[in-house]
């Protein structure tokens, strides 16, 4: 398996609008593990596709402490949403950074899984929220886009200034 590169806020990349799985085949599968690899590694509890530079409507999801419950949602669509919470975030793609933001505090989604299966699912607490944060993604929505502008300039340059710290440490010898 392999390590795919996440991108990072405010990659323009991110904002594209995925396209629905017209087919679950072998080349998917790969592209799925290598996302459960990626997101376990990060460590994350969740990943889009889009967030690795893959514009199709699929994300991988694991809640779990022990990372053995992993979720596939392919073609993933919220039906229903019920009651709000509110909720610190985080994201792969804004690395360091976590706020606030408001979302349903449970949610029923239809998806296919792994197999092709046609499912539909209700799902409550941390794993409806963070669903709802890789479905943004597939949207080109980001969780810093729920925040003020203020605050999302702040992100920027916090994230500009850790990469240009990296950027400068790392000198060719």
Known sequence: MT????????????????????????????????????????????????????????????ITAEKNKPYVLINPKIIKKNGLEVTEEGCLSVPGYFDSVERADSICVSYLDRQGNQQEEEMGGLLAVCVQHEIDHLDGKLFVDYLSEAKRQKVRKKLHKSRKLQSDSSIML
Request: proline share 7%.
């Open 3 to 62: 390590i795919l590169k996440i991108l990072e806020f405010p990659d323009p990349k991110l904002r594209i609008k995925a396209v629905p799985v017209e087919t679950i085949d072998d080349a998917l599968q790969v592209i799925i593990d290598n996302m459960l690899e990626t997101m376990y590694a990060a460590p994350g509890i969740g990943l889009a596709a889009t967030q690795v530079d893959i514009h199709r409507r699929f994300l991988v999801a694991d």
